[in-house]
């Protein structure tokens, strides 16, 4: 999706966002943040294409979470749950491109992106830009829905591709596509309910050099 695409998608999402896609989806954001709560030694967090924060409240208290998106208006929703919720492990929500994180390299331990991979205009930066700011050996943890390769699900998502402006996502996206950094290994991978719509993707930061 273009950027100016995923700013009027997401102003449109946002005020409905809670209660549709976000219930749709609430199996992923449990299966990320439960895997980020149970790792030792992981303190600071970033979550990238942090939308309305329907995650922030079940970081556990002790985490360092930083939140980021583009869309002003998902944000909004996000500060309001912090400041309703007295979210004190949420350390800063900034509206920022992922495709440009404005962070420092290695400096976070863990990084979730819950369903935003297909959303992202070029998801392969945006792959490259989240294995720059995880520290080595820390975990990229993904939730998305990839395309499937055959069956009525497939049938129906390439009929849906050419609406992804309109819906706000890429129905077809590959795996694939999130696969390709040199700098990150699968540790695991594992369908999701409902119907093994979504996929939970684990990656390891390894050192290149
Ligand atoms: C489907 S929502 C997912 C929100 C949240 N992660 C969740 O699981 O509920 C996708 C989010 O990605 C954000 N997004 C899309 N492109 C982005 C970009 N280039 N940089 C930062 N955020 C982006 C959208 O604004 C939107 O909030």
């Not at 946002?14 to 439960?34: C, E, H, L, N, Q």
């Not at 790792?39 to 409240?57: R, S």
């Not at 390769?149 to 795996?175: I, R």
Request: hydrophobic share 45%; aromatic share 6%.
């Amino acid at each position: 999706m273009e950027l100016e695409a995923v700013k009027s998608s997401y102003a449109r999402w946002a005020p409905v966002y809670d209660k549709t896609f976000g219930i749709i989806t609430g199996s992923g954001r449990r299966a990320a943040v439960g895997f980020i709560n149970r790792q030792k030694n992981c303190h600071g967090v970033l979550e990238v294409g942090v939308g309305t924060g329907l995650a922030l409240p079940h970081y556990h208290e002790e985490l360092n979470v930083t939140g980021v998106d583009f869309s002003t208006d998902m944000l909004d929703k996000a500060r309001s749950k912090v400041e309703k919720q007295g979210l004190k492990h949420v350390k800063a929500l900034r509206q920022m491109d992922a495709r440009e994180l404005d962070f420092p390299d290695n400096c976070f331990d863990a990084v979730a992106a819950m369903h935003i991979v297909s959303v992202v205009p070029e998801p392969e930066r945006v792959m490259a830009e989240m294995a720059r700011v995880c520290k080595p050996g820390g975990k990229i943890v993904i939730t998305n829905h990839f395309a499937k390769e055959d069956g009525a699900m497939a049938v129906v998502e390439k009929m849906s591709a050419p609406f992804a402006n309109l819906l706000g996502w890429h129905s077809d996206f590959a795996m694939d596509t999130v696969l390709q950094q040199p700098n990150l290994k699968l540790v695991e991978k594992r369908p999701l309910p409902p119907v093994n719509m979504m996929t939970f993707l684990v990656l390891e930061k390894i050192q290149t050099n």
